[in-house]
């Protein structure tokens, strides 16, 4: 049987992401190394990963690397650090999506841009974007950037009890 988890804002590669997050690491590899082994710590081959937007800031072929060295079934919700859907294809992803919404679970990367039209009360809505600063006011809502969650991908019922 296999699992859904979700995460945003990995920023692979990206060694201001550190200071600029305070993220507790002391450069981009540590962090790299960090957030791939704590990913395959709980994702296993046949699970579903859903990314929540800002995947990796370096070239396709270390993405390319970062990405298959990652376990699970991968679908990016695009954030705006994530290029083309080309791009991002290319690296490996299954799909890349606007939002993903999947069984009243929404996956949406900046969570300003997300219209009350959109959802209805009994939905479920995952972010990224915001990092930790998570404060938003949207009811059911929860921050999925790695700063919220530990820097590992998470299930649902694990960020519902968070």
Known sequence: MSNTF???DT???HRNIIKYCNRPFSSAQEMNQIMIDNWNSVVNKDDTVVHGGDFSLANKLVSIE???ALNGQKYLVRGNHDGT???AKSIG???VLPYWYVDRILVWHNP???SDFMISENDIILYGHAHNNWKYELKNSYCISVECVGYTPR???EILRA
Request: net charge neutral; aromatic share 24%.
């Open 6 to 8: 979700y995460i945003a």
């Open 93 to 95: 992803f299954i799909d």
């Open 112 to 114: 300003k841009l997300i």
């Open 155 to 157: 299930k649902i019922e």
């Open 66 to 68: 970062i990405f298959d």
């Open 85 to 87: 859907v080309r791009w």
């Open 11 to 13: 920023h692979f590669c």
